[in-house]
């Protein structure tokens, strides 16, 4: 009976996905897995879960660099796994990769941006945009047909970017899409650092790398990466590649941030989806 059940199930969602509607179904709780990473399913249970209805997967992209003397070299691979937990338990139909963390940093040779300081891990961008686009047809062959980038580092946006509209070009008479996604960076960097100047705080304090606003946000996400002892001391000298001053970050201010992140990303992946599902012409072609 439960075989049939599946089978039935698996038949369904097939159907909506060549009709384009698998769009519109709302969150169904479709499989015993309560986490939505795609690292603690099982096949059967990642397909149990497609088959009622997910249809978008989150690919996390942090990066493996130096955040200065007070803050760990992952400090973007553990924040944005923990944000794309939580855009993906709002979306209610969507899973989240495994986190990316090696991304271009810098020139290795001669060392450029952040691989002039130690722990720093980069790869060219030709490597990490086919990562990307292998990742994103994998995702597809799968039918998880709406692939959405969240760059935790802004330093790869162009790379975004590249990827979303080469390979939306090769998916133009399907449902299918790559979503580079820039509300998520504009909501942790820019929104983020305007809330914080609304408060009183200065620009040069909320920084733009391991400052304020950076670490008040690993503080509200991922707080053992933040070396509180650190804090105390003087931070910000043009040999530690910290910008800004991140001695009054705490938890509470980064939760704010937090929240902003979840709700526009959301809000935008949403739109997308909506979006592609108007004005799609021939649902289920292939390319």
């Known amino acids: 009976m439960r075989g049939s059940l599946y089978i039935r199930a698996a038949r369904r969602a097939a159907q909506l996905l060549a009709a384009g509607l698998w769009l519109l179904l709302p969150a ?3 499989t015993p897995a309560a986490s939505v990473h795609l690292e ?7 397909a149990q879960r497609m088959a009622a209805g997910a249809h978008t997967v989150l690919i996390p992209l942090g990066g493996t660099e130096q955040n200065g003397p007070h803050m760990a070299l992952g400090k973007h691979n553990a924040r944005v796994r923990v944000l794309a937990e939580r855009i993906a338990q709002q979306l209610g139909t969507a899973v989240v990769a495994p986190v990316l963390a090696y991304v271009p940093e810098g020139d290795i040779n ?3 941006q952040h691989m002039r300081w130690p722990g720093t891990i980069s790869i060219t961008p ?3 945009e086919a990562t990307l686009e292998g990742a994103a047809r994998s995702f597809r062959q799968q039918g998880l047909c709406h692939v959405v980038l969240l760059g935790d580092h802004g330093g790869y946006r162009a790379s975004l970017q590249r990827v979303a509209a080469k390979i939306n070009r090769e998916w133009a008479a399907t449902p299918c899409r790559v979503h580079a996604l820039p509300e998520y960076y504009r909501a942790a960097s820019a929104d983020y650092a305007q809330a914080l100047k609304a408060q009183g705080f200065s620009e040069a304090e909320i920084g733009s790398h391991a400052g304020l606003a950076d670490t ?3 503080l509200a996400t991922a707080p053992a990466l933040v070396r509180a002892e650190a804090l105390g001391g003087k931070i910000g000298h043009d040999n530690d590649g910290v910008s800004g001053d991140p001695r009054h970050a705490s938890a509470e201010l980064g939760r704010p941030g937090v929240e902003h992140i979840v709700a526009a990303s959301v809000a935008a992946i ?3 989806l909506l979006t592609g599902a108007r004005t799609t012409t021939r649902p289920g072609a292939s390319p």
């Open 28 to 30: 169904q709780a479709a």
């Open 40 to 46: 603690d399913m099982t096949g059967p249970e990642l």
């Open 216 to 218: 008040a946000l690993t």
């Open 126 to 128: 030709a490597a990490f």
């Open 270 to 272: 949403r739109a997308a």
């Open 110 to 112: 001669p060392p450029t």
